[in-house]
């Protein structure tokens, strides 16, 4: 019988199990810390502590044997003060409604500090699509969408891809939606296929987004891409993409991992070869050329740079003091806990943000959703010119605000978004 696992997503390269760390509370803790430092009033920064919407639905899905499961699902839309709801949705066993609400608040934080007219949302379903047929994949997303249904919208609430979700599954979820609203509306959703009005640069944007932030990083501590050590944790779309950016560039990348372990040679990895063989294999695993490492060992190699591109709390205070690296870029969202924070900073290692460092995605499915309401579509030279243009101003404003407050990248990060987000509210005011 054939194996019933999934090979047409893009996510297998993720690593490790979700945290039994709340990332509300987190997300929440650094939200607060920002608001004591800017001395905000409790009523500016109330609003910014709470979600406008969290749905919850359930997903009926008839599987290939006949039988109904039902599947949890999730869509939060937490601020829309300077546009609509932008976030995308994850299939992974670990979605709970905290989860997706944290996500949802680091997007609308992610938006404000690149500047772009979007709000924060997140979905997802509580499922391990590797365990799905393809089919049964198509009727859970098909299904889901139709329960979000009337919360999103290209003017209200725009998903896109994530963990355990690929282009693919955005071409049903398009589909989905034009077939109940009668025409096609392809700005319902990002990072579908270019066939189906998709932008180009959108596959490889966080990853090309890391790359960036890497270059300007390094460009401000007096230090050149072509002499600086990589690690990354994850291969998935992220991870894999940002190791083959930054190689190209001229790093190098000594290691990376996926779900199962890691691989590492000190004198750099030949990243179009370990692209090929992961593509041939599904797996690291086997690679000649390089030492296989633990993903937990895989944290504590000697390199510059650090880039966790997998899941949440993969860098925590077990781990934080045993690091090696000098600078740490988060490729995925929340992977370091606030104990890890106060642990790094202590011994001197430079934290460049998640929602800095990783929202290349999301400016460039703004530049999707741009794309898509003009009909007009441009060439991947432009795209990737105002996505560099677009993060190194979010970059430069978040170094400013840092040195502005005397306070690390993080806070930095959260100010300039709160200020934003605030001055934005009070030219709004409050609808009564």
């Known amino acids: 019988m054939p194996s019933r696992r999934n090979t047409m997503l893009r996510e297998p390269g993720r690593v490790g199990p979700i945290r039994s760390h709340n990332p509300l509370e987190d997300m929440l803790s650094q939200l607060d810390k920002a608001a004591h430092i800017l001395k905000?009033?409790?009523?500016?920064?109330?609003?910014?502590?709470?979600?406008?919407?969290?749905?919850?639905?359930?997903?009926?899905?008839?599987?290939?044997d006949g039988k109904v499961r039902i599947f949890t699902g999730y869509r939060v839309l937490y601020d829309t003060t300077r546009g609509p709801g932008k976030g995308g949705i994850r299939y992974h066993p670990g979605v709970t409604l905290d989860e997706v609400t944290a996500l949802a608040g680091w997007m609308s934080w992610k938006c404000a500090i690149v500047d772009i007219a979007f709000g924060g949302?997140?979905?997802?379903?509580?499922?391990?699509?590797?365990?799905?047929?393809?089919?049964?994949?198509?009727?859970?997303?098909?299904?889901?969408?139709?329960?979000?249904?009337?919360f999103i919208g290209p003017n209200v609430d725009i998903p896109a891809p994530d963990v355990g979700t690929s282009p693919?599954?955005?071409?049903?979820?398009?589909?989905?939606?034009?077939?109940?609203?009668?025409?096609?509306?392809?700005?319902?959703?990002?990072g579908k296929p270019i066939l189906l009005g998709g932008s180009r640069?959108?596959?490889?944007?966080?990853?090309r987004g890391l790359l960036i932030t890497v270059q300007n990083v390094q460009r401000m501590r007096g230090r050149a891409l072509d002499d600086t050590t990589v690690v990354v944790q994850g291969f998935g779309n992220v991870g894999s993409n940002a190791a083959r950016l930054l190689a190209a560039a001229g790093a190098r990348v000594v290691g990376v991992s996926d779900v199962n372990g890691g691989i590492y040679n000190a004198d750099?990895?030949?990243?179009?070869?370990?692209?090929q063989h992961y593509g041939e294999h599904h797996s690291l695993a086997g690679f000649r050329g390089a030492v296989e490492v633990t993903n937990e060992e895989l944290l504590e190699l000697p390199c510059e740079v650090l880039i966790p591109a997998a899941l949440e709390g993969q860098v925590h205070e077990g781990n934080a003091d045993r690091l090696h690296a000098q600078v740490v870029?988060?490729?995925?969202?929340?992977?370091?806990?606030p104990e890890a924070d106060e642990v790094l900073r202590a011994r001197g290692v430079l934290i460049v943000p998640d929602i800095l460092a990783n929202a290349g995605g999301v400016v460039v499915s703004y530049f999707e959703w741009v794309q898509d309401r003009y009909?007009?579509?441009?060439?991947?030279?432009?795209?990737?010119?105002?996505?560099?243009?677009?993060?190194?101003?979010?970059f430069e404003g978040v170094w400013g605000s840092a040195e502005q407050h005397a306070v690390d990248l993080r806070t930095g990060a959260y100010i300039l978004?709160?200020?934003?987000?605030?001055e934005a509210r009070a030219l709004r005011g409050l609808y009564a």
Request: no cysteine.
């Open 40 to 64: 905000a009033e409790p009523n500016a920064i109330e609003p910014l502590r709470h979600p406008k919407r969290q749905l919850i639905v359930s997903v009926p899905v008839r599987m290939d």
């Open 121 to 150: 949302a997140k979905g997802g379903v509580t499922v391990d699509p590797a365990t799905l047929s393809e089919g049964e994949l198509e009727r859970l997303t098909r299904r889901y969408v139709a329960e979000i249904f009337d």
């Open 329 to 337: 870029v988060e490729g995925a969202n929340g992977p370091t806990t």
């Open 201 to 207: 640069g959108r596959d490889e944007a966080t990853g």
């Open 417 to 422: 978004a709160i200020q934003r987000l605030m």
């Open 375 to 394: 009909g007009y579509f441009w060439s991947e030279a432009e795209v990737v010119k105002h996505l560099e243009e677009k993060m190194t101003v979010g």
């Open 268 to 275: 750099g990895l030949d990243m179009p070869r370990v692209i």
């Open 168 to 190: 693919r599954v955005m071409a049903w979820v398009m589909d989905t939606f034009s077939m109940k609203k009668g025409y096609v509306e392809p700005g319902v959703v990002t």
